[in-house]
């Protein structure tokens, strides 16, 4: 058995937890929408299409904030297609996804949505086949009070009170070539700063988030983020990243290692945003929205066959996710919250179906995925402040990040509550590791909780006819002694500890 030890200090403060960091992020892309969050005639559909037993798994999940319509789907979608009478809205074919759009769903439905589940809405652009105008016209349908052409129609359409929707990302992944309506940073930078300041005049307290790099392999990585800032800084607020991770030819050492890859794209980002700030000689600082990352098994959706048909709502991308996903994905927000002094808002992408924590049946049952637990659990459990903790653990060596620790672990406390949180990963594959916890500035009480995720098969998954295969079990090897609190952690495994603080 391997042995690690930390250090819990309140005063080792990073950041206040952002609510913002526990987003979500819907597309209109084969079933997130369409037989995910909505499917009138469903047993447990309500009176505007809404799954209800979906609602349910999103509320337990602990979303705040999803990023809607997209995704590559925004660079070609007209928004006035989903608003008004549904007999009336056009049937549209989707450039990005190669399917039919009925635009059945569309903004006011959305935000009907969000509202039933207290979720904030995060809007996406379209700067890929529209531009300027299009953006402050839809600005002005969703946040005016009314009195104008645009406003009075989104009142005519059922919505009378404003969407008030704040945070606007603007536009997405123009630097990627797959893009419709794919940019030079120079091109996209220049629309972004004249976008936003349109904005801006009709709405001046909204949050503008810039394309970043669509992902941190990009040639352009870095020079892109630098030109676009350099054109944008004092119109926006945030620039985004990309990211997502999958297991290579059997590599699971590698794989359980991805946040190495994630702290490297945050930091290079900070850098150069920040070298932009000296250069400006500005004082603001650019906050990071995460607003795509997940495990996505992008190998397998790339070896699929180009569709030659348009389907409606097709089964795209449903990855099947398994104890080694979750156990990554535990350790990704392990990353975004270590960061939570510039990484500010997050969108796991998706929610439902496509790469997604929650899986559904039309007309049939939802699940669970095994990714669903760590991110419902340390929604749920991290609040008050982020705590840096600096593990001593043993590395080991993997093919793609070199050295990393066995152990990686995040902790937040939360006085006015009286309570701490503990969020550690075991990424060895084969060896249990003991884990020696000094709390003893925290003066902890006991322990309230401790649950692990893990399995013999780091492969096992959950399924509709076994949807709790994989769950996050009782730690019972776990002791509290004098300050001191030891752990045993299976190989492959996301553990949370909660604590209860003296009074």
């Not at 979500?24 to 997130?32: A, L």
């Not at 900070?270 to 000689?281: I, Q």
């Not at 559904?360 to 402040?385: C, K, M, S």
Request: charged share 25%; with cysteine; hydrophobic share 40%.
């Amino acid at each position: 058995m391997l042995t690690a030890s930390m250090t819990l200090d309140p005063a080792f403060r990073i950041a206040p937890v952002h609510r913002r960091t526990f987003g979500s992020f819907v597309e209109h892309m084969g079933r997130c929408v369409y037989t995910g969050i909505y499917e009138p005639g469903h047993p447990t559909a309500d009176g505007d299409g809404f799954r209800g037993d979906v609602a349910d798994l999103v509320r337990e999940l602990g979303v705040t904030t999803v990023r809607y319509p997209g995704g590559n789907f925004v660079s070609g979608y007209r928004w006035e297609d989903g608003v008004g009478p549904k007999d009336g809205r056009p049937v549209r074919r989707d450039l990005a996804w190669h399917s039919t759009e009925t635009n059945r769903f569309g903004l006011d439905e959305f935000i009907r949505w969000t509202r039933k589940l207290g979720i904030e809405p995060m809007m996406a652009l379209n700067l890929g086949t529209r531009g300027l105008q299009e953006a402050v016209d839809l600005l002005e349908y969703a946040n005016h009070p009314g009195g104008t052409h645009l406003s009075d129609r989104r009142v005519a359409n059922g919505a009378p009170d404003p969407h008030d929707i704040r945070m606007w990302c603007l536009g997405n992944e123009l630097d990627g070539p797959w893009q419709t309506g794919h940019k030079t940073a120079r091109e996209y930078g220049r629309l972004a700063a004249e976008t936003a300041a349109a904005m801006r005049a009709g709405d001046p307290g909204l949050e503008l988030v810039a394309c970043g790099s669509s992902n941190s392999a990009m040639p352009t990585f870095g020079a892109w983020e630098a030109e676009v800032l350099e054109l944008a800084y004092d119109s926006v607020d945030y620039i985004s990243l990309h990211a997502y991770y999958q297991e290579h030819d059997g590599d699971l050492a590698s794989f359980l290692a991805s946040t190495a890859d994630m702290d490297h794209f945050i930091e290079s980002v900070v850098a150069t945003a920040d070298s932009v700030r000296a250069r400006l000689k500005r004082t603001k600082r650019i906050q990071l929205s995460f607003d795509e990352w997940n495990v996505w098994y992008q190998s397998r959706f790339h070896d699929e066959e180009p569709r030659t048909d348009w389907p409606i709502a097709p089964r795209v991308i449903e990855d099947r996710y398994n104890v080694a996903d979750a156990v990554v994905v535990g350790n990704l927000l392990i990353s975004l919250l270590r960061h939570s002094d510039r990484v500010t808002a997050a969108s796991q992408a998706q929610l439902v179906n496509v790469i997604a924590p929650i899986m559904t049946e039309p007309g049939g049952p939802a699940w669970r995925q095994t990714i669903f637990h760590p991110f419902a659990i340390t929604a749920a459990a991290a609040a008050g402040q982020v705590l840096r903790v600096e593990p001593d653990a043993p590395v080991h060596e993997t093919a793609r990040h070199g050295e990393v620790p066995v152990i990686d672990a995040v902790a937040t406390h939360d006085p006015d509550n009286g309570q701490a949180a503990v969020f550690v990963v075991n990424r060895s594959t084969t060896e249990q590791v003991s884990l020696d916890i000094d709390l003893r500035g925290l003066e902890a009480r006991g322990v309230a909780d401790c649950r692990t995720l893990s399995d013999d098969d780091a492969y096992a998954a959950n399924t509709a006819e076994a949807p709790d295969r994989v769950v996050p079990r009782p730690n019972k090897d776990i002791r509290l002694q004098d300050g001191r609190l030891t752990a045993v952690l299976p190989p492959v495994s996301w553990t949370v500890i909660r604590l209860a603080l003296a009074d």
